[in-house]
């Protein structure tokens, strides 16, 4: 039995170990759309900050975005894409600190005033695995430039051989999230994994299937004699959440690892499995004891599971955000 001194001490340990891999932690994701001129160009108004864009390229299609650097900071820009084959987007920097056009290949507009440099990808012959979204990318191009005065940089994205398929462009090196931005990425993963390519089914089914699954688990253990049992359905609701993200999270993996193989950084993914398996395990099991209650230790469990959720994306925000809410709701709340 998982009793709320095994979740402090293992909370402890999670903590630690997210700590340490914070400085590894994934992009601030976007998703630009229309960007296909330079006057359309996405606007990046912290372009230190590290950023992925999850952008497609058709046939024939350039893609633009704008920054704007003071002296002292630097130009970081890349491109990745999740799509097999030769598929290899590149890039061209464009500024006024720049001379010349003349290798600027057909189709990219450089704007007046402005001098280009042109970076080729070259694909590499293995996928990267990013641990945090889980997915495999390969990384294609990469420009990286010190500024001396404050200038502003268009950078163009196409395909030399105007092949078509989903890129992303990293800009900025700096790893910084707002409140905000770290909450809302479990529906940006959502938005990720269908820019790979997956199919919606593929994407939610392994989310919704154990949660149907754990309903019906949980209707056989139910008594209609029970009472709290507006307490007895967050906990069991909340519970399953987290089962269905820890399964989805594991098929993703699974689906990133078949690409690119073992590797160590597959720990980290793992920690994002763990804490909704066993903070759901014992959040569901508190919601089917004959004398479910909340003590003083188990709020406190409850408090802690529930933070552990909010840092590992589990249960899309509403799990957490329940647990956290029974760790401190008066008593007569919760009883019917």
Same mark, same amino acid.
């Given at each position: 039995m #998982? ?9 402890i ?6 700590l ?6 994934? +992009?601030?994701?976007?998703? $630009?759309?229309?960007?296909?001129? *330079?006057?359309q160009a996405?606007? #990046?108004?912290?372009?230190v900050?590290?950023?992925?864009f999850?952008?497609?390229?058709g046939?024939?299609? &350039? ?6 650097? +003071?002296?002292?900071?630097?130009l ?7 799509h097999?084959g030769?598929f290899? *987007?590149?890039i061209v ?12 290949p ?8 402005m001098?280009? #440099? ?7 012959n293995?996928?990267?695995y ?7 990318n390969? +990384? ?6 010190? =500024? ?5 940089y268009?950078?163009?994205?196409y ?6 398929? $989903? ?5 900025g ?6 409140p905000?931005e ?7 993963? =959502?938005?990720?994994h @269908? ?5 919606? @089914? ?8 154990? #949660?149907?699954?754990? !309903? ?17 359905i967050?906990l069991?609701?909340?519970?399953? @959440?987290?089962?269905?993200t820890? =399964?989805?999270t594991?098929v993703?993996?699974s !689906?990133?690892?078949?690409?690119t193989?073992?590797? %160590?950084?597959?720990l980290?993914?793992? &920690?994002?499995?763990i804490?909704?398996v066993v903070g759901?395990?014992? &959040?569901?099991?508190?919601g @089917? ?5 909340l ?15 909010? %840092?590992?994306?589990?249960?899309? !925000? %509403?799990?957490?955000v329940?647990?956290?809410g029974?760790a401190v709701a *008066? ?6």
């Open positions: #998982i009793t709320a001194m095994r979740i402090g001490r293992l909370s340990v999670l903590l630690v170990f997210l340490v891999a914070s400085p590894v932690l994934a +992009h601030v994701p976007g998703f $630009p759309d229309d960007n296909t001129t *330079p006057e996405v606007e #990046i108004s912290d372009p900050k590290s950023w992925a999850y952008d497609s390229l046939e024939g299609n &350039v893609k633009y975005y704008r920054v704007t650097l +003071h002296a002292g900071e630097r970081h820009v890349g491109t990745f894409t999740p097999t030769r290899t *987007p590149s920097v464009m500024s006024p600190v720049f001379n010349g056009t003349d290798s600027v057909e189709g990219v507009t450089v704007p007046d005033g001098g280009a #440099i042109v970076v080729e990808g070259d694909r590499p293995t996928a990267t990013e641990p945090f979204t889980p997915s495999a390969y +990384h294609t191009a990469s420009f990286d430039h010190q =500024v001396n005065t404050g200038r502003t268009v950078i163009a994205v395909e030399p051989a105007n092949r078509t398929g $989903p890129v992303g462009v990293t800009i090196y700096k790893e910084e999230w707002s905000t770290y909450l809302t990425i479990p529906f940006d993963l =959502v938005r990720t @269908l820019w790979e390519g997956q199919h919606p @089914l593929l994407v939610m089914g392994p989310f919704l299937l154990p #949660i149907l699954g754990g !309903i019906g688990f949980v209707r056989r253990r139910w008594h209609g004699e029970w009472g709290r049992r507006r307490l007895r967050a069991t609701g909340t519970g399953l @959440l987290a089962f269905g820890a =399964v989805n594991t993703q993996m !689906i990133a690892l078949a690409q193989g073992l590797t %160590l950084a597959a980290i993914t793992t &920690v994002f499995v804490v909704p759901g395990s014992w &959040v569901v099991g508190l @089917l004891k004959p004398d479910c209650r003590t003083s230790r188990r709020r406190v469990g409850l408090a802690i599971t529930g933070i552990l959720m909010l %840092l590992t994306w589990a249960g899309f !925000i %509403l799990g957490p329940i647990l956290i029974l *008066p008593s007569r709340v919760l009883t019917e």
